[in-house]
DNA sequence: TTAATTTCTTATCATACATCAATGCCCAGC
DNA sequence: GCTGGGCATTGATGTATGATAAGAAATTAA
């Protein structure tokens, strides 16, 4: 059921089976489908979100009603809003299903037993945590300075399979163009002969 | 000579007279004139810089020589490459002084001795987190979606001291348009009246 | 004070990307 | 096998912002 949270969650940290057993009555598991919700806008989000199977997104609507993509997770991702989650804040985050997903809500209890259990999870959490900023201020440098197709280069070169798995039009979301923008990005790409990969 | 930072580190935990003095010896102070680095590209960012007195701020340079500016920093603000400083690689980003500066510059050691005496600092320091990241998401939804009027109101409203002391030109590159459209954006604002504040 | 930079504004023109609209494609469900 | 609804492409046109250039204003230096 949690196998293969079990297999991530001890290949970043040196939890053993057992303690593993005694923290996962924490967990909760969840099967969804394409295109159903884990979060909505307004929402606390009280989990942790870990992908086992499918693929999960977060997003904004604005006030004209346009969608932006804020982040993507696949297999042995984990998505949560973190803001949301820290501050006990109503999120600014829709978090739904891009493909029938299956997953492992991870709830704030879990989080500090396992970090009580094990330091390494704890590094582990602090790792990520820096990760995750170094990620977003990549993202901002992205947006302030580089063309539509650098962005689109960068997409898929940072995430070629998602890069096949999704709509184009999401990716166009996630980059902050227009589905016809991108799709004319892509003709040009083609037309200087260029190859993904 | 610590004074401000201090008195900040005491509004933000538990920590002693007597502690601050054991660990002040981690601390480094500096004095540095407007247009000095404290930080260039390609350095490792080994330091976290708290600004006792003055303005920094930090950006990169892409390859066509423009300025991206990625933070502020003034009075009681804490500024560093997170990435380069965590995960020990070379930064993109120079960081200088706006105005003449008093900084003071905390080492790994001192977080880590801080963190081993106080767990309140070491919770304060784990918030300090999810605000980066929650500022660095706010802000790659505005880039996204928001036009340049829109991102200008959302920076004079987050920051009305910062829009007083900062040449608009900085404003302009940390939102990402030419010092010439702000130019544009403020004076339609001035045409249909707004007042700031 | 004058001179010298730097910053801000304004105008014209250029361009990347958005918008709107039409067409074709694909594959999901009847 | 049709049929319909998302999705991708393409073309025509619009618009926000960028590029360039010049002058005004403000700040700094001499």
């Not at 967990?27 to 989990?47: A, H, T």
């Not at 999960?56 to 932006?68: A, C, F, N, W």
């Not at 804020?70 to 820290?86: G, K, L, N, T």
């Not at 790792?127 to 962005?151: F, P």
């Amino acid at each position: 059921m949690f196998q293969n949270f079990k297999n991530y969650i001890q290949n970043h940290s040196d939890i053993t089976d057992e303690q593993f057993i005694t923290i996962s009555g924490y967990l909760k598991s969840k099967v969804i489908k394409k295109g159903e919700f884990v979060l909505r806008q307004g929402e606390i989000c009280g989990y942790s979100f870990f992908v086992s199977k499918g693929l999960l997104r977060s997003y904004t609507i604005d006030e004209q009603g346009k969608e932006h993509i804020i982040q993507f997770a696949p297999e042995d991702w984990i998505i949560v809003d973190r803001s949301s989650y820290f501050f006990n804040e109503p999120s600014e985050l829709f978090i739904d299903a891009v493909e029938d997903t299956e997953l492992v809500m991870l709830n704030e209890d879990f989080i500090t037993q396992a970090c009580n259990i094990s330091t390494v999870y704890r590094a582990f959490n602090h790792k990520a945590l820096h990760s995750h900023i170094r990620h977003l201020q990549k993202r901002v440098n992205l947006l302030l300075g580089a063309t539509a197709e650098q962005r689109y280069l960068d997409f898929i070169k940072l995430y070629p399979e998602l890069t096949l798995r999704l709509p184009q039009w999401m990716i166009a979301s996630y980059l902050g163009l227009t589905p016809e923008s991108l799709s004319r990005v892509r003709k040009e790409l083609a037309r200087r002969n260029f190859k993904p990969h």
